[in-house]
C-alpha cells in the first residue's frame, strides 16, 4: 500500500472518532508486512485518563487479531493545521512491539511527514530492557 493510500485511510477514520470533548478526530492506520491494514479512532470518555488515541485503537486490534510483529508503517490523522504525532503513552506502547516502525504524521489537509518511532522515542523502554 501507498503512503498516499494509507494517509487516505487514516483521513476517513477519523469520521469514526468519538471526541465530543476536545473536538478533536483523530484517525489511524497500521501497515503490516503482509499487506493487512488495522485501522483505529480515538475514543474520548468522560472520565479522561480513559480516552483511547486512534494509533492505540489501531494497535491493540493488531494485538488482538493475532499480529505482534511485522508492523511496518503508522499514519496518524489529525483535524488540526499541525501534523500529528503520537502522544508519549502511544509512543511507548508502539516501541513494545516495532521500535523501528516508521510514522507518518498528517495534518487536516493531508499533508504529512514522516520519522523512525526511534527518533520520536529516543532510548526507548521495551522488552530489550528487561533483560
Known sequence: MTDEKLVAKAIEMRK????PYSQFAVGATLLCEDGTVFTGCNVE?????????????????????????GWVTLAIAGSGEDFCWPCGACRQMLYEF????????????GQFQQASLSQLLPMGFGPASLE
Do not use: D, W
Open 45 to 69: 470518555n468522560a472520565a479522561y485518563g480513559s480516552t483511547i488515541c486512534a494509533e492505540r485503537t489501531a494497535l491493540v486490534k493488531a494485538v488482538s487479531e493475532g499480529c505482534t510483529t
Open 16 to 19: 469514526f472518532s468519538y471526541a
Open 98 to 109: 516495532a521500535p523501528k516502525l516508521r510514522v507518518l504524521a498528517v495534518n487536516q489537509h
